[in-house]
């Protein structure tokens, strides 16, 4: 099994339809991020959990919702999209968190198309 | 504010060396980060580099100075494989990573 999964990797939806992105670790780590990476942009930090609680929450819009029932799985689910949110969605895990040097272990990605 | 400048675009040749640099501006200062990505893959840790100098990995080297906002990867032998973009990124006083755009790396034949 790879470290961090991601499903789907491709999803096209509209902008009124409602979508789950999913992830799942199998590293036994303590942290989980949702990263959104665009074409010849930085990744942008969306969320992070740490032990199933949220520790950031960088000024997302709320049609992106996050959830983290437990230190293993984590989920965005996505309501009303814009198509300025058609992008690559990451998922990554780290052993801990807040300490600065966190080694991140990414998931391949869902690559969303908004239309 | 806080930035990471890293080239767009690179071009090299199987076999030859690349040096790809990255500058940052961050407040405070954590340790620099390098990570591979292959197109449609997940990124990949490279390297951490906290503390001036060079570090080698194989092919792969990585060096910092703190004093100039400055570091660098270091590919050697590059193979067709090695094309792939190469995110830098620093992690500033409050722990947060701050990325670059990422360089995309060409190898040529």
């Known amino acids: 099994e790879t470290g961090v999964t991601q499903t789907p990797r491709h999803l096209v939806m509209g902008m009124t339809n409602k979508k789950s992105l999913k992830c799942e670790q199998h590293l036994g780590h303590n942290a989980m991020y949702w990263y959104k990476q665009s074409a010849k942009k930085p990744l942008e930090l969306m969320f992070v959990?740490?032990?199933?609680?949220q520790t950031e929450n960088n000024s997302v819009p709320s049609r992106f919702s996050p959830e983290c029932p437990n230190s293993s799985h984590l989920f965005l689910h996505l309501h009303t999209l814009q198509p300025e949110d058609s992008a690559l969605y990451l998922c990554?895990?780290?052993?801990?968190w807040g300490t600065g040097n966190e080694k991140l272990f990414f998931g391949s990605g869902t690559q969303l198309s908004v239309l | 504010g806080q930035n990471i400048d890293q080239p767009t675009e690179m071009t090299a040749t199987e076999g030859a060396i690349v040096q790809i640099n990255c500058t940052y501006q961050t407040s405070g200062f954590n340790g620099l980060f390098w990570y591979q990505q292959h197109a449609g893959e997940a990124p990949t840790f490279l390297s951490y580099n906290v503390l001036d100098g060079l570090e080698e990995k194989g092919r792969f080297s990585s060096f910092l100075s703190r004093s100039k906002g400055y570091s660098y990867l270091l590919l050697k032998e590059l193979q067709m494989k090695d094309s792939a973009s190469y995110l830098c990124a620093g992690g500033d006083s409050n722990y947060q990573l701050i990325w670059g755009a990422g360089t995309k790396l060409i190898i040529k034949p």
């Open positions: 990554a895990s780290s052993q801990d």
């Open positions: 959990y740490n032990f199933k609680e």
